[in-house]
């Protein structure tokens, strides 16, 4: 990966994102009768889109700060 990738002024925003997907996550269960809102729902995919694209691309980032974090970390 070249350097220009290798920038960690996205690490803020990262973890932008990742507080954002947690209570997106939370919020879309509360307050919709009978079920999840698709609106949060597409907000909360539309996030973790942007978690994905962002990690590879600040050199502090771990791949145990992913929303989809593996087992073990």
């Known amino acids: ?7 960690p002024a996205y690490t ?3 973890d932008m994102l990742l507080e ?3 209570r997106l996550d939370a919020l879309r269960h509360v307050g919709h009768a009978g ?3 698709p609106r949060g729902t597409t ?4 996030v973790r889109l942007a978690v994905s ?3 590879p691309v600040s050199p502090t ?3 145990c700060r992913s929303p989809t974090t593996p087992p073990g970390c």
Do not use: T, V
Not at 1 to 7: A, D, K, Q, R, V
Not at 43 to 46: E, I, R
């Open 1 to 7: 990966m070249s350097e220009e990738w290798n920038n």
């Open 43 to 46: 907000a909360l995919h539309s």
């Open 20 to 22: 954002l997907e947690k």
């Open 61 to 63: 980032l771990s791949r």
């Open 53 to 55: 694209i962002l990690q």
């Open 35 to 37: 079920g999840i809102d």
């Open 12 to 14: 803020p925003a990262y």
